[in-house]
Nanobody
């Protein structure tokens, strides 16, 4: 499966952005999808993940209550709605796909368990 992330940009602190991850070339609905981010000089980190149906989601603590992950399997797209953005949310955001088995085994936050990655989209939050 091929993934393409989009929707990044420059926004002021407190603002909102919606990222999209469009998939092609596979049975998208059979994959769990995660969002990760990498700030300059830092390692790539887990942000959020969603199972194949959209019925189960996970978030890293720093974005809980501010970010919402969702998916539309009819459009082969996963979204990350980001609100109340902070300067520390500035990073390149990546979407990735993994098997349902990895997701339900609790490995939804491990980079190494995502074999499919999209290119990143830059999110910059100004103070």
């Amino acid at each position: 499966v091929q993934l393409q992330a989009s929707g990044g940009g420059l926004v002021q602190a407190g603002g909102s952005l919606r990222l999209s991850c469009a998939a092609s070339g596979g049975t998208f609905s059979s994959y769990a999808v995660g969002w990760f981010r990498q700030a300059p000089g830092k390692e790539r980190e887990f942000v959020a993940a969603i199972n194949w149906s959209g019925g189960r989601t996970y978030y890293t603590d720093s974005v809980k209550g501010r970010f919402t992950i969702s998916r539309d399997n009819a459009k082969n797209t996963v979204y990350l709605q980001m609100s109340s953005l902070k300067p520390e949310d500035t990073a390149v955001y990546y979407c990735a796909a993994q098997s349902w088995n990895a997701f339900y085994s609790g490995r939804y936050n491990l980079l190494s368990d995502y074999p499919y990655w999209g290119q990143g989209t830059q999110v910059t939050v100004s103070s």
